[in-house]
C-alpha cells in the first residue's frame, strides 16, 4: 500500500449517510481508526440531522446543507476540546446521522382485552387496534434517553416501546373522550384524537413526535359480544314480540333440523327456514291471542263483569295457562288473573 492510499485511508474529508436501509431511526458513522480532517465536508441531506458526540457528550447538531467543519461550526466541539485557537490537525468524534422521515403505517392493538370504566355498562372489557406514524423530534433527547452508542437503533427496535405507551394511555383516552361504548366505533376519529393527545407528551419525552394515529376497529371479546346482542334482543322484543319470536324460532328451528338428522345442504337449509318462520308465526299468534285474551278479561273486570260467559272465562284462563307454561306469564301474575276471573263464576 502507498502512502497516498495509506493518507487517504487515515483522514476524512466527506462524511455523509445515504439511508440505504428503510426504518433506520439513528446511524453512527463507521470512522474505526480513521480522523475528521480539519475543514471537512459534513452533508446532511434533507430528511436527516447530524450530532456530533464527544466522550460520551452531546456537542454540535446539524440540519440539511453542507457545513464546512471548523471551530466556528463545531462551537460546542471546540469548547469540549478546549481548542483555544483555530485547529490546523485532524481530529476524533463520534457522529451520529438521525433520520427525520415520517415512520408511517406501524400498528397497534390491544393483545388482549383491556377493562374499562363505561357510562352505560360500568366497565367493559374493550378490543381495539389501529395504525399511527411518528418522527424524529430531538435526536439529542432521542440519543441521550434511548439509542446511545449503538451502530444503529431502527423502528423496530422502537416498536415495542411505542405500542406499550399507546395502550398505557388508551383507558385515558376513553376517559378524556367521555364517549360511551356503543357510541365509539361511530366516533373512531373523535377516539384517535383523544388518544393521541393522551399519549404525546410520553412520546415527546424519548424525542419522538407522534404525527399521527387512526383507530380502525374496536370491539368487545366474543362473550361479551354475545351478551351485547342479547341485550339488544330484548330491546327489539319490547317493540315487536312477534317478529322477535319469529326471528328466534328460525334462527333455531335449522339447528335442531340439522341435529336430528332431518335434510342438509341448500334444500335443507331453505326447509328449516321455511319451518322456523312457520313455527314463530304459530308461536307469535299464540301469544297475542292469549294476550288480548288477557286484556278482554281486565276490560270486562274494570267493567264490572257485566256479559261475560263462564265458557269466555274458562277459554280466558286456558290461554293464560298458556303463556304461564312458555314463561311469559309469571305464577303469581297467573294465579291473580284466575282468581279475578273465578269470582265471576260464583
Known sequence: MGLVDFIKKQFIDVIEWTESTDGVLAWRYPFEDREIQTGATLVVRES??????????????????T???????????????????????????????????????LRWGTSQPITLRDKDFGAVRLRAFGNYAVRMADPRKFHTEVSGTRESYTVADLDGQLRGLLLQHLSDAVAQSGIPFLDLAANQIEFAKALSTAVSPAFEALGI??????????????????????????????????????????????????????????????????????????????????????????????????????????????????????????????????????????
Do not use: C
Not at 436527516?48 to 446543507?65: R, S, T, W
Not at 463545531?74 to 427525520?100: E, G, R
Not at 326447509?271 to 312457520?278: D, W
Not at 256479559?307 to 293464560?320: H, N, R, S, Y
Open 67 to 105: 457545513h464546512k467543519l471548523t471551530t466556528q461550526t463545531l462551537p460546542l466541539l471546540t469548547n469540549l476540546k478546549n481548542w483555544d485557537k483555530l485547529f490546523a490537525s485532524p481530529f476524533k468524534s463520534d457522529v451520529y446521522f438521525f433520520s427525520t422521515r415520517q415512520q408511517l403505517d
Open 209 to 346: 413526535k407522534l404525527e399521527g394515529l387512526t383507530v380502525q376497529n374496536v370491539s368487545l371479546p366474543e362473550e361479551l359480544q354475545k351478551i351485547l346482542d342479547q341485550k339488544i334482543g330484548m330491546g327489539m322484543v319490547g317493540q315487536n314480540m312477534g317478529q322477535f319470536v319469529q326471528y328466534q324460532a328460525a334462527q333455531a328451528l335449522p339447528t335442531i333440523a340439522a341435529a336430528s338428522g332431518q335434510g342438509s345442504g341448500v334444500a335443507g337449509d331453505a326447509a328449516g327456514l321455511g319451518a322456523g318462520l312457520a313455527l314463530g308465526q304459530v308461536m307469535a299468534q299464540s301469544i297475542q291471542q292469549g294476550l288480548q285474551g288477557a286484556q278482554a278479561a281486565t276490560g270486562a273486570t274494570a267493567a264490572g263483569g257485566a256479559g261475560i260467559k263462564p265458557d269466555e272465562v274458562m277459554a280466558t284462563i286456558e290461554k293464560l295457562a298458556e303463556l304461564k307454561a312458555k314463561g311469559i306469564l309469571t305464577e303469581d301474575e297467573f294465579s291473580a288473573k284466575k282468581a279475578e276471573l273465578l269470582k265471576k263464576l260464583v
Open 48 to 65: 436527516q440531522m447530524a450530532l456530533f458526540v464527544n466522550e460520551g457528550k452531546v456537542a454540535d447538531l446539524f440540519g440539511p446543507g
